[in-house]
Every structure is written in structure tokens, then in C-alpha cells.
């Protein structure tokens, strides 16, 4: 990955084989150099597609917003996940929910097979019923 200079405003920049997507608003610029939320480094061969956003916290008590935007990205109960195309309406929404959501990028939507595949095995098997 690569270092890509700060800017204010959704803007594209080629380094090479990097591609920078920064999305900084305009009043969180002292907060996107503090903790560098706002920027996204992605390898120009291996662009990612997706966002996939769990929600680690509650939104309750918080203000409608906020709990609006959660509601867009299609978390409504804890440790829910959900796969959202990377783009600027997307990081807006998940900078909003920051303190709230856990956020990893990659390539493509897991089937439910992959799913199935990555959960442990339940430890018991049922052998008969009685109904």
C-alpha cells in the first residue's frame, strides 16, 4: 500500500499501482488527520467491490440520524452484517456510524455455501425424534 497526501472532497488519485480514494468532509477534516478514518488504500489490481459493516454497537438512545443511517445500511440488531458497494453515498454513511460499526473491504459477496463452509461444526448430532 501506499502513502497518499490528505485532500478535502471525494477525489481519485493514481500512484502507480495504488489508487487513493479519499472521502473527507469538509468539517471533519482535524478528525480525518487525527485518525486517517476517511481514507481508503486500495491496491489498483485488487480493487475491492464491497464494503461488508457489522454493527458492534446499539444505536439506542442515539439521535434519528444516526439511527436512520443504520437503518440504510441495512443494520438494525448487533453483530448483523451486510455488503454494500464501495462508493462515496456508502463511506458517508459508515463515517457517520464510525463509533458504532466495524468495517473491512473485500471483493465479492459470500455465497451461502461459503458461509456454511466457514461456520464450525455444532458438536452434537441428532440421532432420532420422538415426535
Keep these: 500500500m501506499g502513502i497518499v497526501d490528505f485532500a478535502i472532497g471525494p477525489r481519485d488519485f493514481d500512484q502507480g499501482d495504488f489508487k487513493a480514494i479519499c472521502f473527507i468532509d469538509n468539517n471533519a477534516v482535524?478528525?480525518?488527520y487525527s485518525c486517517c478514518l476517511s481514507i481508503l488504500l486500495v491496491d489498483?489490481?485488487?480493487a475491492a467491490d464491497y464494503y461488508k459493516i457489522t454493527l458492534k454497537r446499539s444505536a439506542i438512545g442515539?439521535?434519528?440520524d444516526i439511527r436512520a443511517a443504520s437503518k440504510t445500511l441495512g443494520l438494525v440488531r448487533l453483530h448483523q452484517t451486510s455488503y454494500k458497494p464501495v462508493n462515496a453515498s456508502n463511506a458517508?454513511?459508515?463515517?457517520?456510524?464510525k463509533e458504532l460499526v466495524?468495517?473491512?473491504v473485500v471483493d465479492h459477496i459470500p455465497t451461502t455455501q461459503e458461509l456454511k463452509a466457514a461456520k464450525p461444526p455444532r458438536g452434537y448430532t441428532v440421532v432420532g425424534r420422538k415426535l
Excluded at 92 to 97: D, E, F, H, V
Aim: aromatic share 6%; glycine share 6%; hydrophobic share 50%.
Design 102 to 104: 466495524q468495517v473491512q
Design 92 to 97: 458517508g454513511l459508515i463515517l457517520k456510524l
Design 62 to 64: 442515539l439521535p434519528q
Design 44 to 46: 489498483a489490481k485488487t
Design 30 to 32: 482535524n478528525f480525518a
